[in-house]
């Protein structure tokens, strides 16, 4: 059975960091597409981050509000994929999913996506 399992997250005052791991179990992901999606209360779920390979290499991909700010990145000895927040900000208050594809290319859309986990809460405030 495979399974995602997300930690690391927690409460952090505004400018502080945290970082998020997810652990996969069940198979390997190593040459599969995966991503860190966020939903905040009353939103939609939205890809924040993610990592994958097409035909001109690895890609990474990060939404405009948090460029420069997060880091996605993988161990696929550990098949793992982590999430580094810096800089935290009030408005990145949400439930944090990791999520993986069946195939190498990153996709934008939650639906295209073939495993979750179940979420872990961060909290940004004072």
């Known amino acids: 059975q495979v399974q995602l399992v997300e930690s690391g997250g927690g409460l952090v005052q505004p400018g502080g960091s945290l970082g998020l791991s997810c652990a996969a179990s069940?198979?390997?992901?190593?040459?599969?597409?995966m991503g860190w999606f966020r939903q905040a209360p009353g939103k939609e779920r939205e890809l924040i981050a993610a990592?994958?390979?097409?035909?001109?290499?690895?890609?990474?991909y990060y939404t405009d509000s948090v460029k420069g700010r997060f880091t996605i990145s993988r161990d696929n000895a550990k098949n793992t994929v982590s999430l580094q927040m810096n800089m935290l900000k009030p408005e990145d208050t949400a439930v944090y999913y990791c999520?993986?594809?069946?195939?190498?290319?990153?996709?934008?859309?939650?639906?295209?996506?073939?495993?979750w986990g179940r979420g872990t809460q961060v909290t940004v405030s004072s």
């Open positions: 999520a993986a594809r069946e195939t190498s290319e990153i996709a934008y859309r939650k639906a295209a996506y073939d495993y």
């Open positions: 069940g198979r390997t992901f190593s040459n599969n597409a």
């Open positions: 990592i994958g390979w097409n035909w001109s290499g690895r890609r990474l």
